[in-house]
């Protein structure tokens, strides 16, 4: 016989229909976060039993008949998130509370009243068929204790933290590197924390050398324990001028008909972030005026040594224009120039053709006749870039989180690799786990 409390509502001698215990793993299947607890039971109660079925009911008038028993066992039995216990010869079955803190809930916003069903037998008994479905984490660490009682404690907020990377690289190998990832907590986490206060550790990485980071998307789950992430970063050619978060801009030159005259142009445009204080738009205005003007100068010039030495090359501003954007934390400066002309121009343009047979990746001028450049698969691009998969994890330790933080603190952490600092640091990676035992 087994007697099970939920709600204040205790069931004697109830018999078990059924008692499953099953592991919950995360969503790759790889590592165990919950154990749930899928309990059928039923019971026959009698009007003198109402004492030991509701003893809250202490000095409360006792229900008269069958029927209002029933009414108040069913609507309390159907009430989510209450204490649950089910003893078996003194026994409990069900992982006992964190530290006997506050609070009723258990690790995945339950326990959760799946149905009750009461059927009077006379008109001062029947019978009570309840199941309700609930999800614990037993702590490994601590084991069994010497009351043999199983301790839902000492455990870390985060149950599990799985990704996915993927690397897209276009037909100019520009290389974009994607990790989309879920992490879950514990609904009944002893430090009280809900789910986003944990993104800094668990969703936040830095970005490769060689890249801009593109976006960076959070979406909370609807039961409030999980956070869906997707981060996305570009492979950029050159970077940004520091403190820009985007940089555009183009250099063209233009020659008049027989080449009399020649003219440089140069367009900048620059974008902050949208916290004026952290990129402030006159900064930005100063930055692109002085890239541009910059441009224009070295173009009029032979050589910057012989300008300077000899005072020769110039630049004859013809116009200069400062857009800035009203709402918006960009700004845009062109600047136009008449130039001098250079030696190694022709008509005034400067791209000499003979450029490209110096190339050694190519041997003849630009052609369907001209071999193809090798992809740069091991030279560039995901050369230094490892794509990562989440490291074996064991939800009993305690404050496992991205390398670079301590505690629960929100803070910019950067992208590791080694296993001492890896992402879930406490676990092994798979496919090196063959070499040492786990969470050494």
Known sequence: MATVRYNGVTLPYAMHSSFNQEAVPDESGTDWTLMKFDISVSCVVGVDYIRLL???????????????????????????????????????????????????????????????????????????????????WQNLREGVTQDLVLRNTNGGAVISNRWTEMVDMDDCMKSTKTRNGTFTIRSDNRQGLIADLLRAQMAVVGIPDGYLRKSSRYEIS??????????????????????????????????????????????VKLTGTQSNSLTPQNRLVQLAVGMAAQKVYIAGAKTLAEDKQKGKGFSMLESANVAVEMWENSVTVSIRAMVQKGKKRIDGVSFAPDAYLKNAAVTKVPGCEGPRPRPTYYDRGTAGIILQAAAYYDPSLENTQLAGGTGYAISPLAEVTSKTNAQMNRGQVPGAAGREGENV
């Open 54 to 136: 509701l003893p809250d009911l202490e000095g409360a008038s006792n229900p008269d008949s069958a029927a209002a028993i029933m009414n108040l066992v069913r609507v309390r039995l159907l009430q989510r998130r209450k204490t649950l216990s089910v003893v078996v010869n003194g026994v409990e079955l069900i992982p006992a509370r964190m530290n006997n803190q506050p609070g009723t809930v258990d690790a995945k916003n339950g326990p959760i009243p799946q149905s009750c069903l009461v059927t009077e037998l006379s008109s001062e008994t029947f019978m009570v068929s309840f199941h309700i479905i609930a999800h614990y």
């Open 222 to 267: 609807a039961d409030g324990l999980s956070v869906k992430y997707s981060i996305t970063d570009e492979e950029y050619f050159k970077p940004p001028p520091a403190g820009v978060y985007r940089a555009q801009g183009t250099f063209t030159m233009t020659t008049s008909k027989l080449g009399v005259f020649t003219y440089a142009e140069c367009r």
